[in-house]
């Protein structure tokens, strides 16, 4: 099975800096017609989650660009700039390359 | 806009069935190809238990692939979740989800409900 592993677990940020999410994969999550089945959601407290980020690096409808996503194989990032209150919540990644479907832990967004 | 609601009893007793229901609205159930379900214990992440296609093919997590079962209900816009001899480590929020076959993410959630098993 893949296993993801993010990091850190917990993020405080001054508002207006940059985060920056690990999530690292026992398994390449590139498919052999080029695009890393890697999703991105967030979870704000009292809340389902919701998608952010698909096949790596594509926004989902209605994110802001300050949202980006990069990274191929094992090795993924989620960046999030100029970095604002509403941003708070835990960030887990995902992958769909292969079942059983897994996500990483999480990781604690917290605003300073 | 579509929408999820998952329902069901919010307690179940050890050793019984737990089963929940997502009433799709919004759109059609014949028109996604796979809906999923998500649980998450209290405190901790998400867990994938399973989809299922509108045609009816299933996938589960190894784990629970012995107690779990999906259906589909296209007439009445709804799928189900059925998840035999439970025990505490089932307590959980559990969603209601579609997967998005191309994109490999849930895209649309429930609002989630929590399921408690004790006695």
């Known amino acids: 099975d893949i296993v993801l592993t993010q990091s850190p677990l917990s993020l405080p940020v001054t508002p207006g800096e940059t985060a920056s999410i690990s999530c690292r994969s026992t398994h390449s999550l590139l498919n052999y017609n080029g695009y890393n089945y890697v999703g991105w959601y967030v979870q704000k407290p009292g809340q389902s989650p919701r998608v952010l980020m698909f096949?790596?690096?594509n926004r989902a409808p209605g994110v802001p660009d300050r949202f980006s996503g990069s990274g191929s194989g094992t090795d993924f990032t989620l960046k999030i700039s100029r970095v604002e209150a509403e941003d708070a919540g835990v960030y887990y990644c995902?992958?769909?390359?292969?079942?059983?479907?897994?996500f990483g832990q999480g990781t604690r967004l917290e605003i300073k | 806009q579509m929408q999820l609601h998952e329902s069901g009893p919010g307690l179940v007793k050890p050793s019984d069935t737990l089963s929940l229901t997502c009433t799709v609205s919004?759109?059609?159930?014949?028109?996604?190809?796979?809906w999923g379900w998500i649980r998450q214990p209290p405190g901790k992440g998400l867990e994938w238990i399973g989809y299922i296609s509108n045609t009816g093919d299933t996938q589960y997590w190894p784990s629970l692939r012995s107690r779990a079962t999906m259906s589909i209900d296209p007439s009445r816009n709804q799928f189900s979740l059925k998840l035999s001899s439970v025990t505490a480590v089932d307590t959980a929020v559990y969603y209601c989800?579609?997967?998005?076959?191309?994109?490999?993410?849930?895209?649309?959630w429930g609002q989630g409900t929590l399921v408690s098993v004790s006695s």
């Open positions: 919004g759109s059609s159930i014949s028109n996604t190809h796979w």
């Open positions: 096949l790596g690096s």
């Open positions: 995902m992958q769909g390359l292969a079942n059983p479907i897994a």
């Open positions: 989800a579609t997967y998005h076959g191309t994109e490999r993410v849930f895209d649309h």
